[in-house]
């Protein structure tokens, strides 16, 4: 049933912009169209960007993720869409988070938004709250904004293709796509947001994650069910750029070296990112048991080939979005589900992605068909695979380290490489069931709080002493659970997570191939380089609504020839080609960077105005830097003594283990503090991490707000 409706305009697209916002208020059904002011466009491009400023503009330092006046908003850039080059079909989705209370975003593929661009829009924003359940449908055809009743399901997958069925009319399945969040969302902090689309040659819907953040979560708390896009895409010059031809060529030169270096290289195009499996275990950096060992000969039963030969069906070429030849979007069509609700049913499943996979070795599990159980049943109920995982795996080593007992668990026993009871507890944690789950589903921040206070009641211990022990193997920063890498023996990634605006998560920041594997960054100086260079133009990508593996999973045969190979500098040129002859500009690496540090500097801005964003808020848990026990030490004494001996003062002179960890700890403790100075010089803050005014100045942030906001913060870090 319709329950609102709006006709509109269609704006075109002109170089690579609708310059149009879609506004929209479950609380009151208003649904608005408005022009995006040229300023907001030449400050923040597009994307996180956007994503940034409407949620900067829209909220305030009140606002947390359940406010009504929160916004929700979702953002492609001024390449979205494009066809004629790979990795166009991304676009971002940022708001405040339910589980770090500020600015948080994520980034995903698809066809949603390359629809919704085609349908004349370049961002969209939800705020309010609806009273029951609602879609938001855009229907391109007919020129209409519609909010509608949602579907009679919580489910997020298995009523896909019925959906589309539903909804396309006369046209065809390819023609909608739609964003939504299934049940998990409704009940954790860490729902994500399925991009779900038709795709042809399969037959069948495919699903793409933002998974981050809780964007998931934020959705279903506003009422809403999804968002609908009905548009035909065109072929040809859809995007309107200025010079076409142009776009084509450095198209088909990134192609080419798709071409030539995938298939030898990571060959995301069979193994997807399960690639990374046999790497990262290779360098003792595959989370295993809560990240506390970083290899186990049993990942030779996932490996990126078994995924590759036995896994994935490879009759179709695949792809997030049309154009993309790198295809790292595998799937297999046939797993059958083995417990929960929908046990005994054969379902297809889309990806797993690595981090997906290095999830389930993180509970001390290695086989595929529980990473296809999880990664299904985590796309299905809509949340963050990372998040759940790192979650559970939390609570399995605070138990076995006694921090927490059955009597607190609810009478169960958690224990590594135990399938049955991390699946029972996936379900209950999506499902809202048991009180325990419930907590569980708030994340690690909460729980260290949480297990902390029960223990401390139950044996009469000190609160705080117990909250310092987990917090040595919480893994979580800024209330963000970590990604999927062991940063122990990596500062430039240890920083790369720490200093991330947003929490650890490798978009902003993936140095862990570039200075553990590759060694590309010996120096400590250049270790800070990279932490400020590597961030601005990741975030470019996001900005610009691209794909970032073209170009940093994929080394052009000429960087070689570089004075710096791990920028991938001949790439780059083709990225440059792509903005200047979409745009009709000349515009060069550093005018990217620019654009880069002024969305960088908002976020910033963002979380010192939400009370976090000092230096306090970069700290990383122990063992992110190194190892906590003494027998996550001795599993690589020989390597950690070598350590010591190059790298501190100390003489090996009988010490027993415990000794030598320590002093471990004390010196990787330093080290980190040390980078976190160069880096706070390297980026223009001050040493609590907060920017200076002249590096305000010198992005443009003149207005006497910002320099408020970042005034008060430094007022308030001086008196702490
Ligand atoms: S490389 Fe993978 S994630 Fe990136 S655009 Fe291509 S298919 Fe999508």
Redesign the pocket.
Known sequence: MTLASISYQKAKINRGYTDRLLEINLSDRTMVVKEIPQKTREMFVGGRGYCLKMVYDGTTAATRYDSSENILAFAGGPFCGESSF?????FIIGSISPLTGTFCDSNV?GYFFPLVKNAGFDAITVTGKSDSDVIIFIDDNKGTISLQEAPKTDSSLLEAENLVEEWRGESKPSSIAFVNAGIGSKNTFFGCVNSIYYDSRRGRCRAKQAGRGGMGTIMRDKGLWGIVVKSTLGGGNSNQAADKKRVRTAGTDLRKVIRDVDPNELR?AQQGTTSLLDMMNNHDILPVNNYKFGRDDRQVMVSGKIFEEKVFDQKHP????AG?T????KGCETHTLTTGPYAGRTVPVDGPEYETAAAITNLGIFEIPAIMEYAWYCDEYALDTISTGVVIAFLIEAYQEGHLTKDDTGGIELKWDDKETIFALLHNMAAGQGSFAGEVGRGIRHMKSWVSERAATRNGNDKEKIMRELELFGMESKGLEFSMYITKESLAQQGGYGFALKGPQHDESWLIALDQIKNEMPTFAQKAAALRWFPLFRTWFNIAGL?K??WIDVRHPDAAKTADPAKNLPTVDCYLELVNSTLGTEKTLDDLLSESERCYLLHKIINLRQGFGTRTHDRIPLRAMAPVFTDEFSSRREYYINDLKENTDIKINGQDDAELLETLQNHRRQQYEILTDAVYAEKGFDTNGIPLNETLQRLGFNEPEYLEIVNQARQKSNQE
Do not use: I, Q, R
Not at 326 to 329: A, E, K, P
């Open positions: 790979a990795g166009t079909g991304k593929g995301l695949d792809g997030c979005f993309c790198l295809s790292c979007t794909c593996l073209p």
